[in-house]
């Protein structure tokens, strides 16, 4: 019996034979700062996630009260790995967790999208209200 496997090159099998190192062994210390790059990269999704249901609340809220949503969108995102790699080395920062925390200021982010100009304020009025949001750059 002849079996003639052609592995695809997108396979995910192929691509873990070709992703594993064999002789080549990666230093601990790479490994500890991919874990908590991890873990920030998690926190800021976790972050994005709690500010966007408090927002979807403010909306519900908002509609009842004015008999209509004020929030028409939201939309947020946590800036790839490979972006923020990008950034730091074009502002000429190292690459590094602690680089990014103090220098990136974008590394995720929420656009609230209003109809009307009112809105928009009295979104952010009830969105700073809340006991556990602090206004950091207005």
Known sequence: MNMNINMNPNSELHQSIVNVPDLVQVPEVWVNQAR?????MMRYTCAIREVKTKLEVLNDELSVKNQRNPIEMIKSRVKKPVSIVEKLQRRGFEVSLDSMEKNLDDVAGIRIICSFVDDIY???DMLVRQDDVT???W
């Open 135 to 137: 206004v950091i750059m």
């Open 36 to 40: 908590q790059f991890q873990q920030a």
């Open 122 to 124: 009295e979104v952010a």
